[in-house]
């Protein structure tokens, strides 16, 4: 359970901003562009690759790749531009620099934005549930512990008074008897 514990509060650091900040995008990997662009021959539209801030987590790729970041890029006017992770770098099909930099640019990086915060909450709230799971956890383990320590294997008042004296009775015969039993069984060091 500890371990279990540790990774999800090292996740929870990581997203938490303590480790690690928001994910975003730094700079066009500008050998990645086509020879051609700026000439007679340049397509019009190619994939540019733009290098992470930091390395994405598996949550935020599913995030990048998922239906909302889709639905996202097609209200702003780009259903056509296809997103891929490769490591730490985005690679985004269907555009061109151009299209980035009046205003693709900022739509991917309020996008990144979204995704590092909806993937936040979703691990804080597996924080917050695995601590409250483990709190209840140890409040069980306590009460069973406490119920525990009430159990007496003390006899009864009346069975007490009962039982013979310690002057040679049959309660210590019966008692010699199991030791020598108890002995001859291998219980005693040989």
Do not use: C
Request: glycine letters at 8%.
């Amino acid at each position: 359970m500890f371990r279990a514990y540790r990774a999800v509060m090292e996740t929870h650091t990581r997203a938490s901003g303590t480790a690690v900040g928001p994910l975003g995008l730094g700079s066009v990997l500008v050998d990645s562009l086509p020879t051609t662009l700026m000439t007679a021959g340049a397509p019009r539209r190619y994939t540019v690759e733009a290098v992470f801030t930091r390395r994405p987590e598996a949550d935020e790729v599913a995030g990048i790749l998922g239906a909302s970041t889709r639905d996202a890029l097609t209200r702003a006017g780009y259903a056509g531009v296809e997103l891929t992770v490769s490591d730490r770098r985005l690679e985004i099909g269907g555009t061109n620099l151009e299209e980035l930099r009046d205003g693709l640019a900022r739509v991917l990086a309020d996008r990144l934005a979204e995704v590092t915060a909806e993937v936040r909450r979703r691990q804080e709230a597996a924080a917050a549930e695995f601590r409250k799971t483990a709190e209840s956890e140890h409040d069980r383990a306590a009460a069973a512990a406490a119920l525990a320590q009430e159990v007496s294997f003390r006899p009864s008042p009346d069975r007490a008074a009962s039982a013979p004296s310690s002057n040679g009775s049959l309660g210590e015969r019966d008692e010699s008897a199991r030791l020598n039993v108890w002995a001859d069984e291998g219980g005693h060091g040989r």
